[in-house]
């Protein structure tokens, strides 16, 4: 869905507004395009910018850190936005590549800054005169976006002098511009008045602190000028179940993410570490290329996690495998989704059995693991209580009879995520390990 808002009379927003989930740490919102068909900033200048504030309603967050580069050599490394021409065929762009650039984008803030720092009378040409925008020759730049989407739409133009940039950029190599959301602790809602995801959008002059300031409340906002009104969404909330879960194993294997991406396009994906006591240890946003993509998620301290949550993959195949420190990679069959699973228990004196359960839902569920015989006789082994998000690991190699067959069957109150693995381990450089498949048994 497509919605356009007026700043003023030479200053338009532009948004698509798709369903994000309202309890995320890492969410995707719409694409946000300015257009100008003015000259609303002839007094503008490297020494004299014009600041653009957007910032979000309701407690939410930016998810990640677009600007300001963890080990950068400087404390704002901008992000130059493509400037297009749209309408008068002879209209060429003529603005400096830095004459829109992303100056503030902070993972844990809510708001983001752009500057304009070249004068709109020199941004286009036509017959050989510079001039400014007007209605038959409109300038926009557009964020939300992947760089494929903004190569695509813009090359064109570049390659006839109507875009100043081929991509957004950051020095010599494209950027992405993705609005990825945290609204864990936002009062974004599933339903009624607080669905929508709104945003402010305020200019300033006189702006200072913007790149340096350790937070929003350090900036010096400078004086605001006329071109503010109202709010504008890119955004609606929803429930959105969790895309995978992908449960780790009793090891010290590292646990990777395989993410294949069969579309033209790159897309955001967002993974959550949970320890076993259903805490979010870590939140991982990574973006899958065309093609296939591997992501390794450990944290800086190389800790595993009980399990990882897919919460943003959009169109997107995930999986999960884990890597032994000879090389070696073992794919984890997805784990089973249900509230009955049979799984035939097989094992040796040599081996572990590991079963891993996980509950995403939002009230505690009760898990009962039974041993089956060939007669079919049943025999609770073990209860579970999980909360919300909690895991478990529980070894279940004591409970085999290696001489008889039997299957395990698990059994709870609301559908939870379950995987067995069994698995073998003679020292760090030598190990080995099965996925076992289960079956679903739900009536």
């Known amino acids: 869905m497509l919605h356009l808002f007026v700043l003023l009379a030479n200053v338009d927003i532009t948004t698509t507004e798709p369903y994000i989930d309202y309890r995320s740490m890492g969410t995707r919102a719409g694409i946000v395009t300015i257009s100008v068909n003015g000259n609303d900033f002839s007094d503008t200048s490297t020494e004299n910018p014009k600041y653009l504030r957007i910032r979000m309603d309701k407690g939410t967050r930016l998810a990640e850190t677009l600007v300001d580069l963890e080990g950068s050599a400087t404390l704002s490394e901008p992000i130059d936005l493509a400037m297009r021409i749209s309408g008068m065929d002879r209209a060429k762009i003529r603005a400096p590549r830095d004459t829109v650039r992303i100056i503030r984008w902070r993972r844990g803030e809510g708001e983001l800054w752009l500057e304009i720092r070249h004068n709109s009378s020199t941004w286009i040409e036509i017959d050989g005169e510079l001039t400014f925008p007007n209605t038959n020759s409109r300038v926009s730049w557009t964020m939300g976006r992947s760089i494929e989407k903004d190569q695509a739409d813009v090359k064109t133009d570049y390659e006839n002098g109507r875009s100043n940039l081929p991509a957004n950029m950051r020095g010599n190599e494209a950027q992405h511009t993705f609005f990825m959301l945290d609204t864990s602790r936002s009062i974004l809602a599933a339903e009624g008045l607080n669905r929508a995801q709104e945003f402010d959008c305020d200019f300033f002059v006189g702006s200072r602190l913007v790149r340096t300031a350790l937070s929003p409340a350090g900036i010096r906002i400078g004086q605001q000028t006329n071109a503010n009104f109202g709010s504008y969404y890119f955004g609606v909330g929803m429930e959105k179940l969790p895309v995978a879960t992908i449960q780790t194993l009793a090891s010290p294997l590292d646990l990777r993410i395989d993410a294949y991406n069969r579309w033209p396009d790159s897309r955001p994906v967002t993974l959550e570490a949970h320890t076993l006591e259903g805490e979010v240890s870590d939140v991982f946003i990574r973006v899958a290329k065309p093609g296939f993509n591997q992501f390794d998620i450990l944290n800086a301290e190389g800790t595993g996690f009980a399990a990882v949550v897919v919460r943003e993959a959009e169109y997107l ?110 020292n760090e450089n030598q190990f080995w390990l099965q996925s076992i498949s289960g079956k679903s048994i739900d009536r």
Request: net charge negative.
């Open 317 to 426: 195949e995930v999986g999960g495998y884990v890597s032994s420190k000879s090389g070696h990679r073992f794919q984890l069959i997805p784990p089973l989704h249900a509230t009955q699973m049979r799984f035939p228990l097989t094992g040796s004196v040599e081996s572990q059995l590991w079963l891993s359960v996980f509950n995403s839902n939002e009230e505690t569920s009760h898990v009962d693991l039974i041993i089956v015989d060939q007669q079919g006789h049943e025999t609770v082994v073990d209860r579970l209580e999980l909360e919300p998000t909690m895991s478990d690991r529980r070894h279940m190699t004591p409970h085999l009879d290696l001489n008889v067959t039997q299957n395990l069957v698990v059994r709870s109150d609301q559908p939870v995520h379950v995987n067995l693995t069994n698995q073998a381990i003679s």
